[in-house]
């Protein structure tokens, strides 16, 4: 019991020290990733806080399997470096004893991965989804930045304003190219004031000039103005609401078996068994030999976390296009997985060697002189 307690007590610290590295690691690499989106209007500047927090939300599953892997390997590790794995053995334990306390020290993380990856993840990317959606159907007022050129909702009009004189309400050097109803027109005005009209919201323009030609057609059409109104439209653009697969609840996956939604939801539920077998590989990898560099079997480890994760997103891929079914995915990889990680520790348990158990059995016969 008391080296029970104190192998959970060194991967509870272990755990809690790798996770906030990797968050940390995480939240600076997602900030940078938001801030880029941002600048190229797929999400409002002042949401960036938001969308990074979904973001690191959503890659928590990840991060507390990794975290858990790990943890399970350093502390393993340093316990066969120290020789503290030789008390273990000595007092008739073996390799296969060490899932007991193991898998009590995961399954809380095993919990909050399935709760995150069921429920959790869904949410998230369906509140990345409301941002980024939101921002795209802001109207024309909202659109128009100091000297940027912006398209308006419908793609119909270009604004461009060079500065602001008073918040959004006004700007000087006004521009407007638009294409409406068969007819291209030019607009270009030294000021331009918001005003709300009972006809709806206008752009009063002030002291500009009007170029207007019919689309086909060489005619052009000049005008000089001291006032001019435009009407901005305030009203959301018309688009077509369609989910991605990845915002829709679990449930939904479930009863509608389509297969993008079946590889939506083999990863999702490969989160979880990955979270476990993680947990027997670790135990399989830990073995280290004293005389060899430390971070040999760390580096392997990192390797194999690297492997598993890529097959899951190719798996995805390979269900939501019909090449691969959902069942014979599952047990292919985790099920493999699960097999070759069992296999690893019972050898070790053992304590077999590939050489003895692959060289030839002979007999030796002694000859009494």
Same mark, same amino acid.
């Given at each position: 019991? /008391?080296?029970?307690?104190?192998?959970?007590?060194?991967? @509870?610290?272990?755990?809690?020290?790798?996770?906030?590295?990797?968050?940390?690691?995480?939240? *600076?690499?997602? /900030?940078?990733?938001?801030?880029?989106?941002? !600048?190229?209007? &797929?999400?409002?500047?002042?949401?960036?806080?938001?969308?990074?927090? =979904?973001?690191?939300?959503?890659?928590?599953?990840?991060?507390?399997?990794? !975290?858990?892997?790990? $943890?399970?390997?350093?502390?393993?590790?340093?316990?066969?470096?120290? !020789?503290?794995?030789?008390?273990?053995?000595?007092?008739? +334990?073996?390799?296969?004893?060490? %899932?007991?306390?193991?898998?009590?020290?995961?399954?809380? %993380?095993?919990?909050?991965?399935?709760?995150?990856?069921?429920?959790?993840?869904?949410?998230? &990317?369906?509140?990345?989804?409301?941002?980024?959606?939101? =921002?795209?159907?802001?109207?024309?007022?909202?659109?128009?930045?100091?000297?940027?050129?912006?398209? @308006?909702?419908?793609?119909?009009?270009?604004?461009?304003?060079?500065? &602001? *004189?008073?918040?959004? $309400?006004?700007?000087?050097?006004?521009?407007?190219?638009?294409?409406?109803?068969?007819k291209e027109s030019v607009?270009?005005?030294?000021?331009?004031?918001?005003?709300?009209?009972?006809?709806?919201?206008?752009?009063?323009?002030?002291?500009?000039?009007?170029?207007?030609?019919?689309?086909?057609?060489?005619? /052009? +059409? %000049?005008?000089?103005?001291?006032?001019?109104?435009?009407? %901005?439209?305030?009203?959301?653009?018309?688009?077509?609401?369609?989910?991605?697969?990845?915002?829709?609840?679990?449930?939904?996956?479930?009863k509608n078996l389509t297969?993008?939604?079946?590889?939506?939801?083999?990863?999702?539920?490969?989160?979880?068994?990955?979270?476990?077998?993680?947990?027997?590989?670790?135990?399989?990898?830990?073995?280290?030999?004293?005389?060899?560099?430390? !971070?040999?079997? /760390?580096?392997?480890?990192?390797?194999?976390?690297?492997?598993? =994760?890529?097959?899951?997103?190719?798996?995805?891929?390979?269900?939501?296009?019909?090449?691969?079914?959902?069942?014979? =995915?599952?047990? $292919?990889?985790?099920?493999?997985?699960?097999?070759?990680?069992?296999?690893?520790?019972? +050898?070790?348990?053992?304590?077999?060697?590939?050489?003895?158990?692959?060289?030839?059995?002979? &007999?030796?016969?002694?000859?009494?002189?």
């Open positions: 019991m /008391l080296f029970q307690s104190s192998l959970r007590k060194e991967l @509870s610290r272990s755990f809690g020290a790798t996770l906030v590295v990797l968050v940390t690691v995480v939240m *600076t690499m997602t /900030l940078i990733r938001t801030l880029g989106q941002a !600048s190229r209007g &797929n999400f409002n500047p002042s949401d960036v806080t938001q969308v990074m927090g =979904y973001t690191v939300l959503a890659y928590m599953p990840t991060l507390l399997t990794m !975290s858990m892997f790990i $943890a399970v390997i350093a502390s393993l590790s340093r316990m066969y470096r120290d !020789s503290e794995m030789v008390i273990w053995f000595c007092s008739g +334990k073996g390799v296969l004893a060490l %899932i007991g306390p193991l898998m009590r020290f995961a399954w809380p %993380i095993f919990t909050v991965v399935a709760t995150l990856a069921l429920f959790v993840l869904p949410w998230t &990317n369906q509140r990345i989804e409301d941002l980024k959606v939101q =921002y795209e159907r802001r109207g024309d007022l909202e659109r128009i930045e100091p000297g940027q050129f912006q398209e @308006s909702g419908n793609g119909a009009r270009v604004f461009f304003v060079e500065k &602001n *004189t008073s918040g959004q $309400a006004s700007g000087t050097n006004v521009f407007i190219a638009s294409t409406e109803r068969g607009t270009s005005a030294q000021s331009g004031r918001v005003e709300m009209l009972p006809q709806g919201q206008f752009l009063m323009l002030k002291n500009g000039q009007r170029l207007e030609s019919v689309i086909g057609t060489t005619d /052009l +059409k %000049i005008s000089e103005f001291e006032v001019y109104g435009s009407r %901005i439209s305030s009203s959301l653009p018309n688009v077509v609401d369609v989910s991605p697969v990845n915002t829709l609840p679990t449930a939904d996956l479930i297969p993008n939604g079946l590889g939506e939801l083999s990863w999702r539920l490969g989160l979880m068994f990955a979270a476990f077998n993680f947990v027997l590989i670790g135990v399989a990898v830990s073995s280290v030999n004293p005389r060899v560099n430390k !971070s040999v079997n /760390l580096i392997f480890a990192l390797f194999t976390f690297v492997v598993y =994760y890529n097959l899951l997103n190719l798996g995805q891929n390979w269900i939501a296009s019909g090449k691969l079914g959902l069942m014979a =995915y599952m047990l $292919a990889l985790h099920g493999s997985v699960f097999i070759l990680a069992t296999l690893a520790l019972i +050898k070790g348990h053992h304590n077999w060697r590939w050489q003895n158990l692959l060289a030839p059995k002979t &007999n030796t016969q002694k000859v009494a002189l």
